[in-house]
């Protein structure tokens, strides 16, 4: 059994190599809900969906998230109604967040419906939320504490980062099936996802830091810092701000806790004695994963890794 | 000034050629909510949104409901995650239902939401839904009690009519601006609509019957039964239903309690002696409203007919 912790859109890239290696029946993937925010008193679960779109064909592949071809339909009026339009929710989109919601409403966990959703969507993997409470990601700014979405989307990072506070995370509980699904996994990948909003939101629920210290599994990181940037996202914004490098050394430095294994770019071959140094033995392969073959060949990379 | 008792097609029709004649803000139109449902967990007012549409501009007028040209993204995804599509929501008019439904659940009324929507879409015409509580158009049929839309629209009144109930009205109240409106009318006018599940829905709320027994201003009404059918819907099958007559004289007895006149359409000239018999002076019209002109004066007719 394999688990992946998983951010957005990286993460969700990682995972298209992933299936292609071993079937979706050994895959659990435990998903980032911290971004999570309510559009319209709609539900939007912005990594869950990104991981079940891409899974399933359906992502707007340029972006990387939402449908695609979607129209925006419903967004438009939505504005002529005076509502903000700063996060973009296509028609088909939003229908995942309408069925979300009304169940929500109805009662039903976020994992019942994730669940639910990925099943519709012929997924079969399983894909797990953080947690089933709400665990709201949020900046800390000159301006005070603003929501990672309205951070990233709205202001496109213009606030000076001055810290991460993951509002709710003292009092959430990892869903159900998380702590079990890391004690049994054979394998653990930390896909690479922003390793301080993504990964370190997940990281936040109380118990799952120590279930991944205390985990049997092999545990192997792929750095989404390459050359040090990131390639998609503000993880370098992010990293600076809470003080760590901008580096796959630095990546390395926020899992050293429970690392087995880091795999890091061709690009920072020479990074790989100060990641060693930190007692993580790291690999160095082509992490860039421009095209399917990309993806398939750097599961098998991290799958070797892990072996 | 000029009230409305108004359901969704007939009256919004109606509307549109008053709206040539008089101001919109000598308007005020008290719009029956006893058809509103749930639909994904959205708070649908079918006969506030037909209304508010036709008067924008927007309707669809071949159906005479839902926004024009408008496209089914959103409800074709719903219908992927395992959901019911016998009510059309096209993505332009789920705004509208995704709008009210957040601010409903921010704590805002039904009637400050409705005034809110209609200013938006640039009507100056008060808009009052009946009742700020929830009513609920149920029919009674041999297998129990039925919600009006899915008696009328998922099952196209299949099912033996015996009866109508409006569950929730023992307990709602006009809504805030309802009776003054009625009390301080010079004109009132019940809009061709269905008696007994639109404009018996609004009778339905404690209240109104008694204002309108008790107004001052002349109540006219105009008859949705043309030649013993309705121009459009089921009201004939909901008027054989409840034991009455299904004719303009028929329409005639629903009101008889309040109603000062009464305006009927040529092909029913016959029927004047039965309507008058009953205490109720009447006047012959067309009342098919084909095209604007003949809105209009309708809409003419009618005023004169209330002074």
């Not at 989307?153 to 990892?174: L, N, R, S, T």
């Not at 699904?181 to 394998?187: G, R």
């Amino acid at each position: 059994m394999i688990v992946v912790l998983a951010g957005g859109v990286g993460a969700a890239r990682f995972l298209q190599g992933l299936v292609q290696v071993v079937s979706q029946e050994q895959i659990t993937v435990i998903v980032n809900t911290g971004d999570d925010r309510e559009f319209y008193g709609l539900h939007v679960s912005p990594d869950i969906d990104i991981v079940m779109y891409t899974l399933a064909g359906l992502i707007d592949e340029k972006n990387g998230w939402g449908i695609i071809n979607d129209t925006h339909y419903t967004m438009q009026q939505l504005t002529q109604y005076g509502n903000e339009d700063w996060f973009t929710l296509g028609d088909r989109d939003l229908a995942t967040h309408i069925h979300r919601t009304n169940l929500l409403r109805q009662g039903k966990t976020l994992a019942e419906i994730t669940d639910e959703l990925r099943r519709h969507l012929g997924l079969s993997l399983r894909i797990l939320p953080m947690s089933d409470q709400i665990v709201a990601t949020h900046i800390q700014t000159p301006r005070g504490l603003i929501h990672f979405e309205e951070y990233f989307v709205k202001h496109q990072c213009a606030d000076e980062m001055q810290g991460v506070v993951f509002i709710g995370a003292d009092a959430a509980k990892p869903a159900p099936g998380v702590l079990d699904a890391i004690k049994q996994a054979d394998t653990i990948l930390i896909a690479p996802s922003n390793p301080i909003v993504s990964i370190g939101s997940i990281l936040s629920v109380p118990g799952i830091h120590d279930a991944l210290h205390e985990a049997s599994g092999m545990i192997v990181a792929v750095s989404p810092i390459v050359g040090g940037a990131p390639i998609k996202g503000p993880a370098d914004k992010l990293m600076k701000g809470v003080g760590q490098e901008v580096s796959a050394v630095g990546v390395a430095r926020c899992y050293r806790d429970f690392l087995d294994v880091m795999v890091i770019d061709e690009r920072d071959a020479d990074l790989v004695g100060a990641i060693e140094d930190l007692g993580i033995p790291t690999i160095v392969t082509n992490t860039i994963m421009s095209d399917l073959s990309a993806k398939v060949e750097l599961a098998q990379t991290v799958l070797r890794a892990a072996s």
